[in-house]
């Protein structure tokens, strides 16, 4: 791991000539618009990064032959990258002499590069990909999210389906079988034979008697006729009520008809209950998913505190990375290359105007605790300050 010891620049951009050796982890770089200071920081990102032609149009300043930038690390790496009309010439030694190239650099610096300000214009998708890629997580986000939001379909079309079923009124008083005409129908002739056997045993008592008081001489054979009938009329079962029966045949079916409506109202309050009840399970393993989710979060180890994320992209105090403040999304940036733990510790920030002096203290102690040091510039008119810059150079 190291850090910037030594940094020359000759006629770079604005830069005429400046050397900064730092003696802290924040280096801040003040000066008028114009005066040089965004130039120092594209030396270091050129120094340190593949030289980008669309980046730096024209690297050699007005006027001169050649540009140089000359970096020493504090492991002893020295890095030189020299800029003729003809094109950028990188020269790389490390400090046991082994020639160092732009392929050693580029492993040896974060992901994202040396400028903090990657990671906050970067997309939301790349922010996002580049924070899970840092952070250990007890969970897939990607299958916890595809997991709620099959529950949520769920839930929702149970919720539909019950809301389309509306509302029933269910008789309790009424029965659930329905009346059997057919069995009435039975019965009622089963009684009109049982009646008619009836009535023809009293008129057979009633001719039997006539018959004993007409015809004396067959008196006998009368008196065992009035036996056979009394006998007869022995074994007749009771008179069965006709009208009542009469009476169920003919409401038999306004009742049927009761009886089938408030069934089915029944089914339909069966069904919205068993729908609704699908609903809240739906909704408890949502909420259980959600929870395993926060319990994930809330045990992994964030770059920054505050820090989060959803389907969507990155959080800041639980509002979109973009929605944050200039100060709290730089803070967050250079938590970012920090917690990618490269070997090069060296990191740029541009306008760090936005910047107060807590999130300043904040950037300090970030970079104190992680052996990581900071450009930052800042435009002043100020001249107490350690590097000041005044056409190209420092003051």
């Not at 492993?107 to 939301?124: H, N, P, R, T, Y």
């Not at 309050?269 to 319990?295: G, H, P, T, Y």
Request: charged share 25%; aromatic share 6%.
């Amino acid at each position: 791991m190291s850090t910037i010891e030594s940094l020359e620049i000759t006629n770079f951009q604005r830069i005429s000539a400046v050397k900064i050796e730092p003696t802290n982890s924040v280096i801040l770089l003040f000066g008028k618009n114009a005066a040089g200071k965004t130039s120092i920081l594209d030396a270091i990102e050129t120094g340190f990064c593949k030289f980008n032609a669309k980046f730096i149009k024209r690297p050699i300043r007005d006027g001169a032959g050649r540009a140089d930038i000359k970096i020493k690390l504090t492991d002893g790496t020295q890095l030189h990258q020299k800029f003729t009309p003809s094109g950028p010439t990188l020269t790389g030694k490390k400090a046991n002499g082994d020639k160092l190239g732009q392929r050693d650099l580029d492993q040896a610096l974060s992901v994202l590069g040396v400028d903090a300000a990657s990671f906050i214009m970067a997309g939301e998708k790349k922010q996002l990909e580049t924070l899970l890629s840092i952070v250990e997580l007890p969970f897939v986000p990607a299958e916890l999210d595809s997991e709620i939001k099959a529950l949520e379909a769920k839930r929702l079309l149970a919720g539909q389906q019950a809301k389309v079923i509306g509302d029933f009124d269910v008789d309790a008083n009424i029965p659930t079988d329905e009346v059997s005409l057919n069995e009435l129908i039975i019965q009622y002739r089963a009684g009109q034979e049982s009646n008619a056997q009836l009535d023809a045993a009293l008129d057979g008592v009633e001719a039997a008697t006539e018959y004993v008081t007409v015809l004396e001489r067959q008196l006998i054979k009368a008196k065992e006729s009035l036996k056979t009938a009394g006998e007869v009329l022995k074994a007749a079962p009771d008179r069965v009520e006709l009208e009542s029966l009469q009476a169920q045949i003919n409401n038999a079916e306004a009742s049927n008809s009761a009886i089938r409506a408030n069934n089915s109202a029944r089914e339909q309050v069966a069904r919205k209950d068993k729908l609704l009840s699908e609903w809240a399970s739906f909704d408890a393993q949502i909420k259980e998913v959600q929870k395993r989710k926060a319990d994930g979060l809330a045990t992994a180890e964030m770059p920054v505190e505050g820090l989060s994320f959803d389907e969507e992209g990155v959080l800041y105090q639980g509002v979109p990375f973009s929605r944050a403040s200039g100060a709290e999304q730089i803070i967050v940036s250079a938590a970012m290359i920090i917690a990618t733990d490269p070997e090069v510790r060296t990191m740029v920030i541009r306008n760090g105007n936005v910047m107060d002096e807590r999130s300043l203290q904040v950037l300090q102690s970030m970079c104190e605790e992680n052996n990581f040091q900071a450009f930052v510039e800042f435009v002043s008119d100020s001249e107490d300050h350690e590097f000041r810059l005044v056409d190209g150079e420092l003051a």
